[in-house]
């Protein structure tokens, strides 16, 4: 089955600066990779995904970037925030008629000091 | 739209216990996932629905497991008997079919029962 890792497991950056979360995957069939933001007793959100027919994805202060060949995509946030302060998770699933599953990496702690 | 709805939001129990826990999808959603996340293992899905049929439960992790789905509003997972290993935040997730057939890609996850097994 899909195995996902993800690094680091926690990620510390003072406001304003960039922040950079790496995964990697293992099934060459996963098409999909979103990335989840958990806040502090809450479920994960869906903040960005991007297919395996597209190499960059970028929402304002949030981009996803996808190596295929090499099997690991990236989240970059720009210009952080407090409020940017989660638990993110990246996930690679196959989306397919028949039902799609997808595998999260372990997350990433990120604080971001004001 | 309410989202999902996830009941208890905690739940402590004692080692051989049956615990059981409730999932409310958003109305209309065809497709219910039930995961687990603890520190060790992260989010792991344990099972999955399809109008109300499980699809795929292969993420169960053994017989003391077990999930229903009477109707499509509503969805239940059982512990019985439970166990300390078994604490973890158990989340419920719901989606629409997608273009393809399957789900589709986002889901919207529920705010999580916490679970602590004594």
């Known amino acids: 089955g899909e195995n996902v890792e993800q690094h680091p497991s926690t990620l510390s950056v003072q406001e304003g600066d960039s922040a950079v979360i790496k995964c990697t995957y293992s099934d060459s069939a996963s098409n999909y990779f979103p990335w989840y933001k958990q806040e502090l007793g809450k479920g994960p959100q869906l903040i960005i995904d991007i297919r395996s027919n597209v190499g960059e994805k970028k929402d304002q202060r949030i981009a996803v970037t996808l190596n295929k060949t090499a099997k690991h995509f990236s989240l970059h946030i720009t210009e952080t925030q407090p409020e940017d302060s989660a638990v993110y998770f990246c996930a690679a699933g196959v989306i397919k008629a028949a039902g799609n599953k997808l595998t999260f990496g372990g997350g990433t702690r990120v604080l971001v000091k004001p | 739209d309410a989202g999902v709805i996830q009941s208890p939001r905690h739940e402590v129990t004692e080692m051989g216990q049956e615990v059981t826990l409730r999932c409310k999808p958003i109305s209309g959603h065809d497709y219910l996932f039930w995961y687990r996340q603890t520190m060790m293992r992260g989010l792991e899905l344990l099972i999955y629905?399809?109008?109300?049929?499980?699809?795929?439960d292969s993420g169960m992790p053994e017989d003391r497991f077990s999930a229903k789905m009477p109707n499509a509003s509503f969805s239940t997972l059982k512990i019985q008997p439970s166990e300390p290993r078994d604490s973890a935040v158990y989340f419920c997730?719901?989606?629409?079919?997608?273009?393809?057939?399957?789900?589709?890609?986002?889901?919207?996850f529920g705010p999580g029962t916490r679970l602590l097994v004594l």
């Open positions: 997730a719901s989606t629409l079919t997608g273009l393809a057939g399957g789900p589709q890609e986002t889901q919207y």
């Open positions: 629905f399809n109008n109300n049929v499980p699809i795929d």
